[in-house]
């Protein structure tokens, strides 16, 4: 009886690392932003230990995902009209610009462009030269954004057959490896505009053979799509006036999978093979964006905005949770933007006026908080003992992952990272703007 066990043992460690050399999703393989992989680089700068730089025919916040030899990225040729009035900046109470926070690209436009034109694009994982690019025109009502992100936010996903993206007017596309397209829908179109505040943001998540879309603007719904056809599986109604710029995880609960969405009323969970609401935390919040993580039947989250909550509960619940049904809840202090990452046994975060946090992940108690500088939209990552910090100013930093603040390294780039990194393979592969970047050795 052991004899097949250490069979699947073996079987199971080995499909494991052949994962790790992928990243298929923003955040990573298990959403969880944290890498098995060693040897990661700890210093670079614009002209040592740097791979390559692509330079893409457009402007994009989305982030890049890795599979095998293929880096895959997102980008928009020509500019979105912008909303009126003042765009709020997370550098407060001193000039934003000055301390680095620009609009996308490094200037606001003067206008939109009367054509806008979405891409997908598959670079060389090797080269950074280009493989192929599908294009299509921007349809249908095109949402107002945001100074600092455009219709390519949502970062792509690939299973290794397809890769589907999604932008923020709601037109999606699956293409085969070889940029070929298999199904495309536009849900502005099908459903309702992609009206939110600051622009769609949310990213697809892939679960089986089902795609997970959050659609909370205008008309607010929850959505699964056929991943081969691209057909309505279910649909979950919110109604109007529910938000969100999160991406759905899926976790592992006691009672099944829970769906979980963070959300302006509060953080939902569903079932992710029906659409069925299971339980939900009342907590009224602006601007949901974080992205839970879940590690051993423990979910770990921030629900965004400036200085908000964040908290640790079990998963399982049914029904109304309640604060008394978390192990922690912490009022204030987590990042607007950003999303916590758990290494080891610590959460970190990276807020928007550059203080970085280290928190007990069983206790919620602060082991560390230190202000370092920087403006942090890009979410943290973890590997090879060092959590990597990208920030709007160009800088990244490398900390050692422990329960003392140490920065191993202050490595720049002419550059402006607001979409997260990659790992695969012992590089790192960031977004800046109209360059996807390769930090690391040379790879054949």
């Known amino acids: 009886m052991r004899f097949p066990g250490f069979i699947f043992l073996i079987f199971f460690t080995l499909a494991g690392a052949a994962q790790a050399d992928n990243w298929p999703q923003w955040r990573g393989p298990l959403g969880t932003a944290v890498s098995p992989e060693k040897g990661l680089p700890t210093e670079w700068s614009n002209d040592q230990n740097i791979a390559w730089k692509a330079e893409l025919r457009g402007l994009g916040v989305s982030s890049p995902i890795v599979w095998g030899n ?6 928009q040729i020509g500019a979105s009209a912008l909303r009126e009035g003042r765009h709020p900046t997370l550098v407060q109470g001193t000039d934003a610009a000055a301390a680095g926070e620009l609009p996308l690209g490094g200037v606001r436009p003067s206008g939109p462009d009367r054509e806008i034109k979405l891409v997908v694009a598959a670079l060389d994982r ?11 025109a921007a349809e249908g009502s095109l949402p107002v954004v945001h100074e600092k992100r455009n ?31 298999v199904w495309s829908r536009h849900l502005g179109k099908e459903y309702s505009p992609f009206e939110i505040n600051w622009g769609h943001a949310s990213s697809p998540l892939l679960h089986g053979d089902k795609l997970i879309l ?11 799509l ?14 109007s006036g529910v938000n969100s710029y999160t991406t759905p995880v899926v976790v592992q609960g006691p009672q099944g999978e829970e769906l979980i969405v963070n959300a302006s009323e509060g953080v939902e969970a569903y079932d992710p093979a029906t659409g069925k609401q299971l339980w939900r935390f009342e907590q ?20 965004g905005y400036r200085s908000g909550p964040y908290m640790a509960f079990r998963a399982g619940e049914r029904g109304d949770m309640t604060k008394t049904d978390m192990l922690w809840h912490t009022e204030t202090g987590a990042p607007y933007v950003s999303s916590l990452v758990l290494y080891d046994g610590l959460l970190y975060m990276a807020n928007d006026v550059g203080i970085v946090t280290c ?6 108690e602060r082991v560390w908080q230190e202000r370092l500088g920087g403006v942090y939209t890009a979410s943290p990552v973890a590997a090879d003992g060092k959590i990597y910090v990208f ?19 202050r490595n720049r780039l002419d550059a402006q990272f607001v979409a997260s990194p990659a790992i695969s393979q012992g590089q790192l592969f960031v977004r800046a703007g109209r360059r996807v970047i390769a930090i690391g050795p040379v790879t054949r």
Request: aromatic share 12%.
């Open 284 to 303: 009224p919040n602006r601007f949901p964006i974080p992205v839970p993580v879940y590690d051993d039947g423990v979910v770990y989250m921030s629900r």
């Open 391 to 409: 920030s709007e100013t160009g800088e990244t930093l490398v900390l050692r992952a422990g329960r003392k603040a140490e920065v191993m390294a």
């Open 214 to 224: 959050i659609c909370y603007h205008s008309s607010s719904y929850l959505l699964a």
């Open 151 to 181: 219709l390519a936010t949502s970062s792509p996903v690939t299973d290794g057959e397809r890769v589907y993206a999604w932008f923020s007017n709601g037109q999606f596309v699956a293409l085969d490896m070889n940029g070929k397209p």
């Open 126 to 136: 090797a080269s950074g030269k280009v493989v192929w690019e599908h294009e299509v």
């Open 70 to 75: 293929r880096v895959f990225v997102t980008y």
């Open 226 to 239: 056929d991943k081969v056809s691209g057909k309505e599986l279910w649909k979950t109604d919110r109604g």
């Open 359 to 364: 928190v007990d992940a069983k206790t919620g």
